[in-house]
C-alpha cells in the first residue's frame, strides 16, 4: 500500500470516526431522500427541538415551528455537510424560523436583554401561578421548566442550549451572537434561575 | 445550600422527561408533525420523479417539431442545448461524485423503533401515557411473539444517550429507540447486566425486527 493511500485512509477513518449517529443519519437521508433516515433523525431531536421551541414561545407556535424547521431540513438536506454538527444545523433552522415568526407577527419581543426587569419575589409569584395551572390542567408539576421560561429572552435562548450540550461556540453561532455575550448571558440565567428554585 | 450547574442540568432532563411522558398534547403534536414532515418527504421524491419525466416528454417533442423551414433555429438551439447539457452533467457529476462518498461512509446506519408508533399516539384519545405506551408496547409484542429468531449478531453497546448505539464487526451501527428498549426490557428480552461497553447478541426475525437483546458469553472475535 502506498503512503498516500494509507494516508488518505488513515484520514478517511479520522472522518467517519468523527461522525456522530445523527450525521451519519443526515448524510445517508441527504444522498438518498429516504423516509427511513428521516423518521429516525425524527424520533432522535424532535422532543429537545419542540422542547427549546416551546421555552421560547408557546405550544401552538412550537408546534408550527417545529414542522416547519423539519420541512426546511427536507428542502435544503443538500446544504448539509460532512463534518457539521446535525443537532446544531437543526437548532440554528428552528431559531431562525422563530424569529422569522416573531417578526411577522409581534407577538413577543424577542430581543429582550433586560436582565431584571422583575423582582426573584414577582417572578416566583409568576412561577407559582404557571404550575398551579399546569396541575389544574392534569399535567405533572414542573417548576424547572416554569421558571426557565419567566428568563428574559435571550438569556433563556443562550441557557436552553447549553444544557441541552451545546459548547459556547456553537451557542454563538446558532443564535449569532458574541461568545462573550453568550457567556454573560448564561450566567445571569443560571443565577436567577438558582435564586427562583431556591425561593420555591 | 446553592443548586450546583450539575444539578441545573439534572432537573433540565428531567423537565424535557416530563414533558414528554405527561402532556398527551405534546405527543400527539409531535406525532401530528411527524406524519405532516413525512408526507411532505414522499411528496417531494414523489414531485423529483414526475419533473423528471416532464423534462424526458419536453426533449421528445422539439425532436418531433423540428423541421427544415427551422433548421437554423434548431442548429443554435442544439448548441444551447448541449452547452446546458453539459453543465448539467458536469454538476451532476460532481454533486454525484459528493453523493457518493457520502452514502459510502454513512451507508451502515440501522433505526429500530416501534413501526406506526406515532400513529397509535395521534389516535388513541386517553390522556394516559402508560396506558398508550402499552397500547404499542402490546402490538410490537404480539407480532414479535410469532415471529423466531433467524439471526444472531455480536455487537457493543456504545452509548446510552437517549437510545442504544450497538456497533458490530462490520462498524455497522444499530440505533434501539428508548420506547422500544422500554418495551423490550419490560418483557424480559433484554438480558444480562448491560452498560456502554458490554458485548451482546442482537436476535433478528425475517423481517430484520429486533426480538432480543442478550449479554453475550462469546467475546466479540473482530
Known amino acids: 500500500m502506498s503512503i498516500g493511500v494509507s494516508l488518505q485512509s488513515l484520514f478517511q477513518g479520522k472522518r467517519e470516526k468523527a461522525l456522530g449517529v445523527s450525521e451519519r443519519l443526515m448524510l445517508q437521508y441527504s444522498a438518498k431522500g429516504d423516509e427511513a433516515s428521516l423518521a429516525a433523525l425524527f424520533d432522535l431531536h424532535s422532543i429537545k427541538l419542540f422542547y427549546f421551541l416551546k421555552v421560547l414561545s408557546d405550544s401552538t407556535i412550537a408546534e408550527d415551528i417545529c414542522q416547519r424547521t423539519w420541512i426546511k431540513v427536507i428542502e435544503h438536506r443538500h446544504l448539509f455537510k460532512s463534518g457539521d454538527n446535525f443537532q446544531a444545523w437543526l437548532f440554528t433552522i428552528g431559531r431562525r424560523a422563530l424569529i422569522d415568526e416573531f417578526r411577522k407577527n409581534a407577538k413577543l419581543e424577542y430581543s429582550n436583554e433586560a436582565v431584571e426587569t422583575f423582582l426573584p419575589s414577582e417572578l416566583v409569584k409568576y412561577v407559582q401561578s404557571s404550575v398551579e395551572d399546569d396541575v389544574a390542567k392534569g399535567l405533572e408539576k414542573d417548576l424547572f421548566k416554569a421558571c426557565l421560561e419567566q428568563l428574559p429572552y435571550k438569556q433563556k435562548e443562550a441557557l436552553s442550549l447549553q444544557l441541552e450540550g451545546f459548547n459556547l461556540s456553537q451557542i454563538a453561532s446558532i443564535c449569532g451572537a458574541q461568545k462573550e455575550t453568550v457567556k454573560t448571558r448564561i450566567r445571569y440565567a443560571k443565577d436567577s434561575l438558582k435564586t427562583m428554585l431556591e425561593k420555591l | ?222
Open chain 2, 1 to 222: 445550600m446553592s443548586i450546583s450547574d450539575k444539578e441545573l442540568q439534572e432537573a433540565f432532563r428531567r423537565s424535557q422527561q416530563v414533558y414528554k411522558q405527561n402532556d398527551s398534547s405534546i405527543q400527539k403534536a409531535n406525532a401530528r408533525v411527524r406524519a405532516n414532515v413525512l408526507k411532505h418527504n414522499k411528496a417531494k421524491a414523489n414531485g423529483s420523479a414526475t419533473e423528471r419525466m416532464f423534462a424526458s416528454v419536453a426533449s421528445h417533442l422539439r425532436t418531433y417539431f423540428a423541421s427544415s423551414t427551422l433548421r437554423f433555429t434548431a442548429v443554435a438551439f442544439a448548441i444551447v442545448a448541449m452547452l446546458g447539457v453539459y453543465n448539467i452533467g458536469t454538476f451532476q457529476s460532481r454533486h454525484s461524485q459528493g453523493m457518493q462518498t457520502a452514502a459510502y461512509s454513512v451507508d451502515i446506519v440501522h433505526y429500530h423503533g416501534f413501526e406506526g408508533e406515532d400513529k397509535l399516539l395521534a389516535n388513541n384519545a386517553n390522556n394516559d401515557y402508560q396506558a398508550r405506551f402499552n397500547a404499542y408496547t402490546r402490538q410490537y409484542v404480539e407480532s414479535s411473539l410469532v415471529a423466531k429468531a433467524v439471526t444472531e449478531q455480536p455487537a457493543t453497546l456504545q452509548s446510552q444517550n437517549g437510545y442504544w448505539l450497538l456497533v458490530n464487526c462490520e462498524n455497522q451501527q444499530v440505533i434501539v429507540s428508548e420506547s422500544l428498549i422500554a418495551s423490550l426490557d419490560i418483557n424480559g428480552r433484554i438480558e444480562g447486566d448491560i452498560n456502554v461497553g458490554t458485548q451482546v447478541a442482537l436476535a433478528f426475525d425475517g423481517q430484520g425486527r429486533i426480538l432480543s437483546i442478550k449479554q453475550s458469553t462469546k467475546p466479540l472475535m473482530c
